[in-house]
C-alpha cells in the first residue's frame, strides 16, 4: 500500500498552535492546543466531535487562517453521495460534444469516448479537489455524522493513502496532503475504522470563565461587567431543556446586540428584547421567559 505524501508541520510547538488560532479570533484551551499540534505532526485527520455550536467549524477555520491555507468545505447530509462528494461528470457538456461530432464526418466513437471522459468535462467535488491542490489546504468534512454509513467507505479511502481512482483516468493521488479536520454532532456512532485513522477531540461547551474571554477578545468594546452577565444568562439558558442550546456565536452575536443597543445591563427588559438573537424556537423562548421569571 503506497505511503500518504509527506508533508511539513504547520506548527512548531503547542504554544505556537495556541498563539496562531488567537491571533484568528480562536481561543484555544490547552487540550485543544495539544491535539492539534498532535494532528499536525503526525499528519493524522483530526475528528472534533460534540454538541452543535461548541465551535468546532470555527476550529477548522482557524487552523486555515492561522496556517495561511485555503479552506475546502464538504457539508455532510443524508442523501450525500460519491458523485457530491468525490466528483462527476459534466453530462450536458458531454452530450452537446457527441452531439457535435455526429455532424464530423470521419468522427469516431473511439476518439469522442477518450475526448468526453478528459479534464475539460469533469466536475471535481470537495474531496477531489482538495487532494489535487498543491497549495496548502484545509479540508472540513462537516457534520460527518449526518452522512450515510456508505459514505464513510469513500472517507475511508481518501484518509488511508489520500488518493482516489477514477476510471476513466486512473489514480489521482495527492502532491500534499490537506489537513483534514471531520466534525460531528454525535447525533450517530462513526465507524471504528473511521475514528481509528484519526485523532480525536471531544468539545463541550467552554466554562464561564473562557467563554467571558471568547466574548471580551471578539467584542472588545463590550464592557467587563456586562459579559459577565451576559455569559452567566447564556449558561442558565443552556441548563434547560431546550430544542437548541445558544451556540458560542450565538453569544456573540447577542454581546454584539447588547453593544449596538447602546445597553450597560442585561436586566429582565433586555434578556426579553433581544432573547430572540439566541433563541429561535417559540417553545425555547417561551420556556426561558418562564424560568428565568421575564416578566
Not at 128 to 142: G, N, S, Y
Not at 236 to 255: C, F, G, N, Q, V
Not at 270 to 283: C, E, I
Request: with cysteine; aromatic share 4%.
Amino acid at each position: 500500500m503506497p505511503r500518504p505524501p509527506s508533508q511539513s508541520p504547520q506548527f512548531s510547538s503547542v504554544s505556537d498552535v495556541g498563539k496562531r488560532l488567537a491571533s484568528a479570533g480562536y481561543l484555544p484551551d490547552a487540550q485543544i492546543a495539544t491535539t492539534v499540534f498532535l494532528a499536525d505532526r503526525l499528519g493524522k485527520p483530526l475528528l472534533v466531535e460534540g454538541p452543535a455550536g461548541t465551535g468546532k467549524t470555527e476550529l477548522a477555520k482557524a487552523l486555515a487562517a492561522a496556517t495561511g491555507s485555503d479552506l475546502i468545505r464538504l457539508q455532510c447530509y443524508e442523501g450525500l453521495d460519491e458523485a457530491r462528494a468525490l466528483y462527476e461528470w459534466n453530462y450536458k457538456k458531454q452530450l452537446l460534444r457527441i452531439q457535435a461530432a455526429q455532424g464530423t464526418d470521419g468522427a469516431d466513437w473511439g476518439t469522442v469516448h477518450d475526448d468526453i471522459f478528459g479534464e475539460e468535462f469533469l466536475l471535481s467535488r470537495p474531496l477531489l479537489t482538495a487532494i489535487r491542490r498543491t497549495e496548502p489546504t484545509v479540508l472540513l468534512i462537516d457534520e460527518t455524522d449526518k452522512a450515510d454509513v456508505e459514505v464513510e467507505g469513500l472517507l475511508l479511502e481518501v484518509l488511508s493513502d489520500f488518493q482516489v481512482t477514477i476510471p476513466e483516468l486512473g489514480t489521482v493521488t495527492a502532491a500534499r496532503r490537506p489537513m483534514v479536520v471531520l466534525t460531528s454532532n454525535a447525533t450517530r456512532e462513526l465507524s471504528e475504522a473511521l475514528k481509528r485513522r484519526c485523532l480525536y477531540l471531544a468539545l463541550d461547551y467552554p466554562s464561564a470563565e473562557r467563554e467571558r474571554e471568547i466574548v471580551l477578545s471578539r467584542v472588545p468594546d463590550l464592557a467587563p461587567g456586562l459579559a459577565e452577565q451576559l455569559v452567566r444568562t447564556v449558561r442558565a439558558l443552556r441548563a434547560l431543556e431546550l430544542k437548541k442550546s445558544p451556540s458560542i456565536s450565538e453569544t456573540l452575536d447577542w454581546a454584539q446586540t447588547l453593544l449596538e443597543l447602546g445597553l450597560d445591563t442585561l436586566d429582565d427588559e433586555a434578556v426579553r428584547s433581544t432573547l430572540g438573537v439566541v433563541l429561535k424556537h417559540a417553545s425555547d423562548q417561551d420556556r426561558a421567559a418562564a424560568e428565568l421569571r421575564l416578566n
